[in-house]
């Protein structure tokens, strides 16, 4: 019994210890997440490795080649109309090279829109 106790203790020191340089960089230890932003408010997200055919519902979400720096920005967000909980098709706006918050300036700014034939699932939740 004394053994397991030392075995378990020093898991939680090793976590601990490996955790808190992370945790002091801002880094989160749950799963790759980052900023989109819908109708000019941030969320956040929860990166899923899904990969859904193409049937069904989706709503856009604008990613933006010309652009490194820049988060992707959503045409639905939830509690706006006809959000599908988040189930994605991916375009590429081109000619993009600042943030913008709302998909109807990414649609008036964007030189091109090209669908990218990616779709996938993950949830937006209010930042």
């Given at each position: 019994m004394r053994r397991?106790?030392?075995l378990v203790l020093g898991s939680a020191v090793a976590a601990a210890l490996f955790a808190?340089?992370?945790?002091g960089q801002g880094k989160s230890l749950g799963p790759p997440g980052d900023t989109i932003y819908a109708f000019d408010q941030a969320y956040r997200t929860v990166a899923t490795p899904?990969?859904?055919?193409?049937?069904?519902?989706?709503?856009?979400?604008?990613?933006?080649?010309?652009?490194s720096d820049?988060?992707?920005?959503?045409?639905?967000?939830?509690?706006?109309?006809?959000y599908n909980g988040g189930r994605w098709r991916v375009v590429e706006a081109s000619g993009i090279t600042a943030q913008l918050t709302n998909a109807d300036d990414v649609v008036a700014a964007?030189?091109?829109?090209?669908?990218?034939?990616?779709h996938f699932v993950c949830p937006l939740i209010k930042a």
């Amino acid at each position: 019994m004394r053994r397991i106790m030392i075995l378990v203790l020093g898991s939680a020191v090793a976590a601990a210890l490996f955790a808190a340089p992370a945790m002091g960089q801002g880094k989160s230890l749950g799963p790759p997440g980052d900023t989109i932003y819908a109708f000019d408010q941030a969320y956040r997200t929860v990166a899923t490795p899904t990969s859904l055919p193409d049937n069904g519902p989706f709503d856009t979400i604008y990613v933006f080649p010309d652009c490194s720096d820049c988060h992707s920005v959503s045409e639905a967000a939830p509690g706006q109309g006809d959000y599908n909980g988040g189930r994605w098709r991916v375009v590429e706006a081109s000619g993009i090279t600042a943030q913008l918050t709302n998909a109807d300036d990414v649609v008036a700014a964007a030189t091109s829109l090209v669908d990218t034939g990616t779709h996938f699932v993950c949830p937006l939740i209010k930042a």
